[in-house]
């Protein structure tokens, strides 16, 4: 096997290792979910099995891989991010990409009859695209995160009003698509209050903000958060022995994953959490 004459191809090969020291995102996307989540039947504007079901392959995806630090969905979409010290698969990219997106792919067909028990898959079977990119910085990072959950507030409340027009207002698509053409929000939350009696407010979390999924550890409180605190909490401490390093791996591996839906763009989510960053 070794040493044949065949051997040579390798060099072929293009090295594709991510930047050291920054921040890893890997950001999956369904392919064609418009056409599938019809032919599924999915409840527009929001089914709330399909998010379910993301969300439960997503964590699946980041009890195989511990070196997720937090994941972020909307949609037929999830970022997951690699600590910047991440250093499997020698940080290279396609490799990263490829074993989320099949991790991924894997679980939402072996989950799906749990969310969908009444309509099994036949193919043309969903699958998943997936890109990695390089963020340097925790802010860089932050405004990642800030970008896709305003992404999914822009389009919640979008497709809240349209199909409300359709499912409450009896209109049509194309009238609906008008109707809301250069719309901005308050004119759309005007819309779902006084025509359907709609506080956009009101809506549940899971849809106006997106799913956070991340490893609980004892939550800090802001206003106590000082150096002998952070110590004290399980919190990473800034200078830490191989030991300490190897028990913090382990009890990051063993923490327990949870979902929440809540503000990732305001400063609280991440003074709270100071070990996502750290
Ligand atoms: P592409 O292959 O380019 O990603 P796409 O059809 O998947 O094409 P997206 O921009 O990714 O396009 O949009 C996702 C589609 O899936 C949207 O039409 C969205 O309404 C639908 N979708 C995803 N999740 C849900 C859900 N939970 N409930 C209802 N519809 C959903
Ligand atoms: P990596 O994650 O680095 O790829 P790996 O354990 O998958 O690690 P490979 O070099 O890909 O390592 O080797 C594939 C392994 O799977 C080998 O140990 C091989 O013997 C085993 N394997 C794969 N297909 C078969 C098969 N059809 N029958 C028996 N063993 C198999
Ligand atoms: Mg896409
Ligand atoms: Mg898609
Ligand atoms: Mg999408
Ligand atoms: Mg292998």
């Known amino acids: ?3 044949s004459k065949f051997e040579y191809v390798r060099n072929f090969e293009q090295p594709d290792n991510l930047l050291p020291n920054t921040w890893i995102v890997v950001r999956i996307d369904g392919r064609g979910f418009t056409k599938f989540s019809s032919k599924y039947g999915f409840e527009k504007p ?3 099995r399909a998010l379910d079901l993301m969300n439960a392959a997503a964590k699946a995806v980041m009890s195989e891989l511990p070196e997720i630090t937090i ?29 989320v997106v099949s991790t991924f792919s894997a679980y939402y067909i072996h989950l799906w009859s749990t969310y969908f028990p009444d309509t099994p898959l ?54 609906a698509e008008e109707l809301l053409k250069g719309t901005y929000a308050a004119d759309k939350n005007e819309i779902l209050f006084s025509r359907f009696g709609i506080n956009y407010n009101n809506e549940p ?18 206003s106590t958060h000082n150096a002998a605190a952070e110590a004290d909490s399980l919190a990473e401490p800034v200078q830490l022995s191989k030991n300490q390093t190897e028990n913090d791996k382990k009890r990051r591996a063993k923490a327990s994953i949870v979902i929440e839906h809540l503000d990732i763009i305001k ?12």
């Open 1 to 3: 096997m070794a040493n």
């Open 46 to 48: 929001n089914d709330r």
């Open 71 to 99: 994941s972020y969905g909307i949609s037929d979409e999830y970022s997951f991010v690699f600590h910047k010290s991440c250093a499997l698969f020698e940080r290279r990219s396609s490799k990263l990409v490829t074993t």
């Open 122 to 175: 036949s193919p043309p079977l969903p699958s998943f695209d997936g890109r990695a990119v390089c963020y340097p910085s925790v802010q860089n990072l932050r405004d990642y995160m800030s970008w896709r959950q305003v992404d999914c507030h822009i389009n919640n409340l979008y497709n809240t009003t349209f199909w409300a027009l359709i499912q409450k207002g009896g209109m049509g698509n194309l009238e």
């Open 205 to 222: 979390d899971i849809y106006k903000k997106g799913s956070v999924l991340f490893r609980a550890y004892e939550l800090v409180d802001p």
């Open 267 to 278: 400063d609280e989510f991440w003074d709270r959490r100071p070990w996502l960053l750290s």
